[in-house]
C-alpha cells in the first residue's frame, strides 16, 4: 500500500543554501587546507562557525570558534584542534571560496529596467579601496603611512572592483598602504573589457593606464588633477583653465593633456554657491602643510571638472556629472563594512594568518548578505513592482542584518513556514529609503538619464 507521506527535505539557513553551490571539499583539496578527507572538522563547518565567531570582537576567539564548530557537529571540539587548522593554506582556501561566491553572482537577476545611456556599456565598473588600522606588530607584513605624526600603525588596504548594473563585486585585493591608488591603477586594463565604462577618483589619475583603456575600447569618467597640463589643438602653451572659464562659464569641449598630449572631453559644470564655499574652506583649513591652494585653485573649485573618452553623442556633459555621481555608492558600501558589518574588528594580539583568514572571511560574509541577500529581496521585490518603486536602502538592510544576525544564520532559505514572509515584511518595514525630495536614492539615479 503506498502513502502520501514523503521526506521532507531538510530546510539550510541562507548561508548554508549558498554555499550548497560551491565546491568546498575540492577547494579544500585544491589548496592543501585539506589532504585527506577530515575525521572531525570538515571545511565547511569550520568556514560557517567562523563566520558565527567573528561577530563580535570579545567573543573572536579559538575557544568561541571551536564552541561553535561543537554545535554545528553535535559534540565537541578543543581550541588545540582549532589552532592547527589556521595556517597559510586556510588563507588560500579562504581565497578560493571567495573567488567562487564571487563568480555565482554573476547569474544573479534582477528584474526592472536602467536609465537608457547606462545601456550602451556592458559594464560600470567602479574602482576604489578602503584601509583598516591594525596592530602595529604587523607593521612588516602591512607597512602605514611613513609621515603620519601620531603613534604608528599597521594599514591594510582592501582594492575593491564593483559592477554597478548587477550589483556585485568582481575583484577583491588585500594589499598594504604602500601600495597606493596610482600604482595601482594599471591593474583594471587586466579586468576592463570593449564596452566598459570606469569610474574612479582622482587617486587613480594616471594618464598611461587612460590610454590603454582607450586601445581597448572601455570608456572612463574621472574627475582631472589640478596639476595636468591641458591643451588645445595645435597649441603649444597649456592652456589658462580658470581664465577660460571666468569667460565661458560652463566647457565641454576636446582637449589634450599631459606630455603624452593624451586626446579627452574636459567638461567643466559649475556647482552652487554653497556648495563652492564648502569645498574652499575645506581647502584652506587642511592640516597638511605642503597643500597650500592658490588663488586659482580655489577658483576652480567652483567647478566640476570630469575628463572622458566618451563621446557627445553618447552622453552629454550633464549624463557625465550624474554617472560619476554613481561612485558615491561604493564609499556606502564601504560606510556598512565598517559601522554594520564589523570589519574592522580585528583583535589586537593576532598573527598575520589569522588576519587574513578574518579579512578572507568577512569577505565571503558581505559577497554572501551585502551582494546575495540584497540583490535576492530586490529580485523577489521587482517580480511585484517596477524597479523604479523599489525603496530598499543598502545601510538600513546591512544595519537590521547586524542587529538580528543570529537569527538571520539559521532562519529557513525557503517558505516552509512563517519565518520568510515575517522576515520579508520587516525588511519591508525597517530597511526602506524615506521619502525625500532633496535628493535621489540610488535606484532613482540609475533611472534618471532617460
Not at 137 to 143: D, F, G, N, R, S
Not at 165 to 188: L, V
Not at 226 to 234: F, G, P
Not at 348 to 366: A, G, H, P
Amino acid at each position: 500500500m503506498k502513502t502520501n507521506s514523503h521526506k521532507r527535505k531538510r530546510e539550510r539557513s541562507f548561508i548554508e543554501e549558498k554555499l550548497k553551490a560551491i565546491p568546498i571539499r575540492k577547494l579544500s583539496k585544491q589548496s592543501g587546507f585539506c589532504k585527506r578527507k577530515p575525521k572531525k572538522i570538515k571545511p565547511k563547518n569550520l568556514l560557517i562557525a567562523f563566520l558565527l565567531t567573528i561577530w563580535g570582537s570579545k567573543n573572536n576567539t579559538y575557544s568561541s570558534w571551536a564552541n561553535k564548530i561543537g554545535i554545528l557537529i553535535n559534540d565537541t571540539v578543543s581550541r588545540q584542534a582549532v589552532c592547527k587548522r589556521v595556517k597559510e593554506t586556510l588563507v588560500v582556501f579562504l581565497q578560493n571560496v571567495l573567488k567562487a561566491i564571487m563568480e555565482d553572482t554573476i547569474s544573479t537577476k534582477i528584474k526592472g529596467t536602467i536609465a537608457e545611456k547606462l545601456k550602451q556599456f556592458k559594464r560600470i565598473l567602479i574602482e576604489d579601496s578602503t584601509c583598516i588600522k591594525l596592530n602595529s606588530k604587523l607593521e612588516p607584513e602591512y607597512p602605514g603611512n611613513r609621515n603620519q605624526k601620531e603613534k604608528s600603525h599597521a594599514i591594510l588596504k582592501i582594492q575593491t572592483t564593483y559592477e554597478v548594473i548587477k550589483r556585485r563585486f568582481i575583484r577583491f585585493e588585500i594589499t598594504n598602504f604602500r601600495k597606493n591608488d596610482q600604482g595601482y591603477s594599471p591593474e583594471i586594463t587586466q579586468i576592463a573589457k570593449p564596452g566598459d565604462l570606469i569610474i574612479r577618483d582622482l587617486g587613480y589619475f594616471v594618464t598611461e593606464v587612460f590610454k590603454t583603456l582607450q586601445s581597448k575600447g572601455a570608456g572612463y569618467i574621472t574627475r582631472i588633477k589640478k596639476d595636468v597640463n591641458i591643451y588645445l589643438e595645435n597649441e603649444e602653451k597649456p592652456i589658462d583653465l580658470a581664465r577660460m572659464l571666468k569667460r565661458r562659464g560652463n566647457l565641454d569641449i576636446e582637449v589634450f593633456i599631459g606630455v603624452e598630449r593624451l586626446p579627452v572631453r574636459l567638461i567643466a559644470i559649475p556647482v552652487g554657491d554653497e556648495i563652492a564655499k564648502v569645498r574652499r574652506m575645506k581647502a584652506r583649513t587642511n592640516r597638511d602643510r605642503r597643500y597650500n591652494p592658490s588663488k586659482k585653485h580655489l577658483f576652480l573649485l567652483g567647478w566640476d571638472l570630469f575628463i572622458t573618452n566618451v563621446s557627445k553623442g553618447k552622453i552629454d556633459s550633464y549624463d557625465v556629472a550624474v554617472i560619476y555621481s554613481i561612485r558615491w555608492r561604493i564609499e556606502i558600501i564601504y560606510k556598512c563594512w565598517k559601522s554594520y558589518l564589523g570589519i574592522t574588528n580585528v583583535l589586537n594580539d593576532t598573527n598575520k594568518t589569522r588576519l587574513e583568514s578574518f579579512i578572507y572571511s568577512m569577505l565571503i560574509f558581505i559577497v554572501l548578505f551585502q551582494v546575495h541577500f540584497y540583490n535576492y529581496y530586490l529580485g523577489k521585490l521587482s517580480k511585484k513592482k517596477p524597479l523604479e518603486d523599489i525603496q530598499i536602502s543598502m545601510m538600513k538592510l546591512m544595519q537590521f542584518i547586524s542587529n538580528n544576525i543570529s537569527c538571520l544564520l539559521k532562519v529557513s532559505y525557503y517558505n516552509k513556514d512563517g519565518r520568510n514572509r515575517l522576515l520579508d515584511k520587516q525588511i519591508k518595514y525597517y530597511c526602506t529609503y524615506e521619502h525625500r525630495t532633496d535628493r535621489l536614492n540610488f535606484n532613482q539615479l540609475l533611472l534618471k538619464l532617460g
